[in-house]
């Protein structure tokens, strides 16, 4: 079908109305595609027209001139339950020039699941009076799966928020930057967010979004906070959310779990980046032996064009916390190490460790072991973290010798030192891109985060030195696995130290170009105590050349653990009572500590 202009009517328009639909599913897509071509060719709109509502929701635009070549739109319907049908509307303001035509309309999974005959799997649910079997996840996630609404019966609206009357238990968070709004139909910006919202799929229904044009800046967080839920225990309790993240500057949405209320807690879920112009559906699965509050939090892109919608949030096999209102808090050090205001009550001696939460005594060589002896984690919390990717822009413990030396006397050859610091490809300057990695190595995307020693400050021959904190003991299994990245012509080299008191030795070295592209590295440590390992960056002859490292992993590192238990057939029991898988025996590895694995008597 194509546009045939007969008349220079000013603002006239060609209307294309679809044949009537009773009803889609809910994963019901349409598509088809389209040609828009010419001088003045105008805009075109796709409309939804539902029985019963009198204003038409906007499904798909396009706005003027767009290339000499077929092009495809898909739209998601999702489940609409009323009758409705489309009308195509092309607008034409009086000097009309160009070519608009649409061919090759599609739908795809538009019908309702069909019945079954049983449903006995676990994981099903049996919908009433459609009689289909659905998977047990879409139970209680406000969307109509069944066809007859038997799934979204008998649901704890506690759990469950669509937004259409607030914002029901969830509340804004006061601590962050600006808040989320509640809107219905599209956002303000073309080419950006949501048209609809997921529950109604129409511009009557309402969704919550993140407002990216000014005042707002780059990297401002907005942060929305679930109410608390009881620990989840043997069950587990899962999140289901959609999401809408469409515009060219969408920059991050992210999903935490916390169990103290000043934190963020620890990072379940993120996306990065334009996902199309749909509501995604995702699904979290929860575990934590603490009351917890999920924690939705968007972050605004380096221009407008980057609104980012939330819809249908509902939670399954959770329970919500009943008795206090609010998480425990703590406090923070200057060093940014939370710890409470004041230790607890505590017998401990001048050569243990007190736990902040309980006031148990450990031993000082538990404490920076990669394992967490303590109930609350705090003899592992001032340490080197056991897999670092720096998204959070944080370095997990690790810390530049050199800079707390001059940190006394902050001056201009501070910032001129040759040292590490935290960069991304989509920070990088022009010149910067033939020497610096375009990508980090964990979201392999320019918005990554990295480490890396820039060699446009010092001189040939610096070095720069980055520590983990003392560690205190470690396992016979224990390496450091590494991602690194070496290109450009004047590139220098890069070392992994072992430290301990006085003594420092070499464990691992690589110089010179390594290409455009990330490398894994891997280097054994084994047993240690009271060490550090150390990242050193040697620059080269000139600026041409950065040494980046990303995703550090401690593995197999928490030392070996005495069991009460006697040792199993599968296992040999050391010297010293540890017990060690036979596998590990005269394997060139000093696994049991005392090297009666490697004994030539075995």
């Known amino acids: ?104 309309i599609r739908f795809e999974n538009c019908a309702l699941p069909p019945p079954a005959l049983s449903c006995e799997s676990p994981n099903h649910f049996w919908c009433r009076d459609t009689k289909a079997c659905i998977d047990s996840l879409l139970v209680c996630d406000l969307v109509d799966d069944c066809g007859d609404g038997s799934d979204e019966d008998s649901c704890d609206p506690d759990l469950q928020c669509n937004f259409e009357n607030g914002l029901c238990s969830w509340e804004q968070d006061v601590e962050d930057d600006f808040d989320w709004i509640r809107i219905r139909g599209p956002t303000p910006t073309v080419n950006t967010g949501p048209l609809k919202d997921h529950t109604t799929g129409t511009a009557r229904g309402h969704y919550l979004y993140l407002e990216s044009s000014e005042p707002r800046q780059f990297r401002d967080k907005a942060a929305l ?69 999920i924690l939705v939090e968007g972050t605004i892109g380096d221009g407008f ?50 736990c902040r939460a309980s006031g148990h005594c450990i031993q000082m060589i538990q404490k920076c072991d990669f394992r967490p002896d303590c109930s609350d984690k ?116 890069l070392e992994v130290l072992y430290k301990s008191s006085n003594r420092t030795s070499k464990l691992w070295t690589q110089s010179g170009s390594q290409g455009p592209q990330w490398n894994r590295a891997e280097v054994f440590l084994g047993i240690c105590s009271n060490f550090q390992v150390i990242f050193r960056a040697k620059r080269g002859v000139s600026y041409m050349g950065d040494v980046a490292v990303d995703d550090i992993t401690f593995e197999d590192c928490s030392p070996l653990l005495i069991s009460e238990n006697p040792c199993t057939s599968e296992e040999f029991m050391c010297a010293n009572k540890y017990c060690i898988p036979k596998n590990n025996l005269c394997d060139f590895v000093n696994d049991c500590a005392d090297n009666s694995d490697e004994s030539p008597s075995i």
């Open 378 to 493: 705090s003899d592992e919390s001032a340490c080197v973290m056991e897999a670092c990717d720096f998204e959070d822009k944080d370095l997990c413990g690790w810390h530049q010798p050199i800079l707390e030396q001059m940190s006394g006397n902050y001056s201009t050859c501070m910032t001129n030192t040759f040292k590490w610091q935290l960069g991304r490809g989509a920070n990088l300057y022009p010149e910067q891109e033939q020497h610096c990695p375009i990508t980090d190595h964990t979201t392999c995307t320019e918005e990554g985060w990295y480490l890396f020693a820039d060699s446009s400050n010092g001189e040939f021959g610096h070095t720069a030195d980055i520590a983990t904190p003392v560690i205190s003991l470690t396992g016979p299994r224990c390496k450091i696995i590494f991602w690194n990245h070496m290109n450009g012509s004047t590139i220098g080299s």
């Open 225 to 293: 906070l679930s109410p608390l839920f009881k620990p989840s225990g043997n069950g587990t309790c899962v999140f289901r959310f959609h999401y809408h993240m469409f515009g060219k500057e969408v920059y991050k949405l992210s999903v935490f779990q916390r169990t103290v209320s000043n934190t963020k807690g620890w990072l379940l879920w993120y996306k990065f980046g334009n996902q199309e112009n749909r509501w995604i559906r995702q699904t979290l699965f929860i575990s934590s032996s603490k009351p917890f509050q």
């Open 1 to 104: 079908m194509f546009i045939l202009k007969n008349s220079s009517i000013i603002s006239q328009i060609a209307r294309l109305r679809s044949p009537k639909f009773r009803q889609t599913g809910s994963n019901c897509t349409l598509s088809f595609w389209y040609y828009n071509y010419g001088q003045s060719v105008g805009a075109a709109e796709l409309q939804l027209l539902v029985d019963g509502l009198k204003q038409p929701t906007v499904l798909w635009r396009t706005y003027y001139n767009e290339g000499h070549q077929w092009l495809k739109a898909v739209i998601q319907l999702g489940r609409l339950p009323h009758p409705f049908q489309f009308s195509l509307d092309k607008i034409s303001l009086g000097f009309y020039e160009g070519v608009s035509a649409i061919d090759d």
């Open 305 to 354: 064009t980057g609104d980012i919608g939330l819809d249908d949030v509902s939670f399954l096999g959770c329970a919500l916390y009943n008795g206090k209102r609010n998480l425990p808090t703590i406090s923070t050090t200057t060093s940014g190490t939370a710890v409470p205001a004041t230790l607890p009550m505590n017998n401990c001696t001048e050569k243990e460790f007190v």
